[in-house]
């Protein structure tokens, strides 16, 4: 079994081969049998951030799901400050379903509005918000 240093690793090095997502799904199980899921939060949004246009053939809502167990919103935040992905803002809009203002003490409008003016951001993803 990898330790949870190698396995954080390889999810933050993993690229997928002819669209073959099945290896970061491994690497995420693994993640998590090895205990210590929440070391690896910010490896997690990096993929998100890497591939902002992608579901990651569905391993992405995996990685979601998994992230929703943790204390994961000040990495959600930086996340969408740094680079706003498709997940990132399905993760977003997740919380704003719950009637919450707040993100990490933030304004959810306030970030909206931030990301919507940011330049870098694709216009694919603007209209998601």
């Not at 951030?49 to 990685?63: A, L, M």
């Amino acid at each position: 079994m990898k330790s949870t240093k190698e396995i954080i690793s390889a999810i933050e090095s993993f690229k997928p081969v002819d669209g073959n997502w099945l290896e970061l799904d491994e690497l995420v199980n693994e993640l998590w049998e090895n205990g210590k899921p929440k070391l690896g939060i910010n490896a997690l949004f990096g993929v998100f951030e890497r591939y902002p246009n992608d579901d990651g053939s569905g391993v992405f809502w995996t990685i979601l799901h998994g992230l929703e167990t943790l204390n994961y919103e000040k990495f959600l935040y930086n996340s969408l400050m740094n680079k706003p992905s498709h997940m990132g803002i399905n993760m977003l809009k997740r919380i704003e379903n719950t009637d919450s203002e707040f993100l990490d003490g933030k304004s959810i409008t306030e970030l909206k509005e931030f990301i919507r003016n940011n330049p870098k951001v694709d216009s694919e993803l603007l209209s998601e918000l």
